[in-house]
């Protein structure tokens, strides 16, 4: 059928890989299965349209720093640590947001290196899951794989960390493990997981208990009877498990999915595979048919940043049930989301309402229409608009910039290049620029020729001619480029070198 995988008629890669996930699960029966590494495949493929205006195609909603001071992306690495080091991390993404991930993993000189599964489009859990465990296969077919959403909430790091440990256990007694989060509200944002009777295993403290049933998200008036019965838990969306089992599980329950990925095990090309792939959740797709799922109820805070109105799960009202962030003045607002950013912002009588304002775009809506900001990013596409894919301030790893105006054949910006730190070596094929130090000092290659430009200096790059600009000293640089020609858009660039390895 159109849309799904389709199992290839030579089935002679099938079979090699069948043949190892029958070796290892064998030995798993047989009780010899060995003690195997735990892994992270973080899923960060998603753009969080929900969470716009701060979420961006080139800033995605998982590298944005919504609680704390670092982003959340981060945060979900770090909280690993030390039990799943960096290096023993999977990002499983696409190809432009891998660069966008890889350069935001090198700022502020805190390097992490993961390794990268790279989708080539978005096909929803299961081809993504699929995908991270064929390659932790390629490298060890022993390893355990935690599955890890890139844009939660976990402020409790040594807690979860815990709750992992158990969950590394059970996964390697052959179970698919999930983790339910013990309710503390009738939430109806959340997918819920039904716990079986009685439990089948205790570890280190936590419980193991069958799964009865995963559970959609409810009316508020089911979810008040799932938190008065017990023995239901909020979906985390966390899976541990064996890579050699989940690979079972995929030739049991999607074996088209399962000969594709035989193929990738094998070399051959993922884009094929999944141009032929069905957009499958992991839970539709092999948790709700699978035998032995157990859920372990844990009980670290925990929060899912879908939408801006999970953000009350995440950060603790003040006493009128407002969260207010930014240069933001209120007068009787109440259980209402408001942030500032620039602009000072002023509120009066707001009940039940986010507003979002940022320097190029504000978000006004009522709190239970929050779902809806996604078909917003939608129409903004459909006009043309960028103000889905761009912020006004964009940044990069030697710093950022700032779009002050744009018009008809010109640009300018504000760049702040970090204390040593330069851009690449480039040419325009369309545009020329004009550069003026505002702040610090500039070292400018320009063809053959590099010269130092101070303060209130200026210098010309004309179209099509190499240049670097970099920053010599301990203090920031900033400059004020206008940009001149018929095409002034970033594209417009051709790299020779680059400290950051962009193409």
Known sequence: MPGRFIKPENSAMEDSMTKKVNAAANSRKGGKASKGKLYAAILAGGVGSRFWPLSRETTPKQLLKVVGDESLLRATIRRLHPLVPAERALIVTSAKQAELIRLHLMYDGKAMNPGYVIEPEGKNTAPAIGLAAVELYRKDPGAVMAVLPSDHIIEDSGAFRRALRAGHMAALDGHLVTFGIKPTSPATGFGYIKAGAGRLKKIDGFEVRKVGSFVEKPDIKKARAYLKAGGYFWNSGILLCRVDRILEEFKAHMPGLYGELAGVLDGKDVAGAYERAEAVSIDYGILEKADDVVVIPASFPWSDMGTWSS?????????????????????????????GCDRAVA?????????????????VCPKERAQEVKEVVGLLKKKGYTEHEYHRTVERPWGSYTLLEKGNGYKIKKICVGPRRRLSLQAH???????????????????????????????????????????????????????????VEEDDIVRFDDDFERR
């Open 311 to 339: 953000f009350s799960d995440a950060v603790r009202p003040d006493g009128q049930g407002n969260i207010i962030r930014g240069r933001v003045v209120d007068i009787g607002s109440k259980d209402s989301i408001i942030f």
């Open 429 to 487: 094929g369309r545009r020329s620029e004009h550069w003026v130090v505002i702040a610090g000092m500039a070292r400018v290659q320009r063809g053959e020729e590099t010269v130092d430009v101070a303060v209130n200096q200026s210098t010309y790059i004309p179209r099509g001619v190499k240049h670097r600009l970099e920053n010599p000293l301990d203090e920031m640089l900033e400059i004020i480029e206008v940009q001149t020609g018929g095409y």
């Open 347 to 363: 509120t009066i009588g707001l009940d039940n309402v986010i507003l979002v304002d940022t320097p190029d775009a504000t978000l």
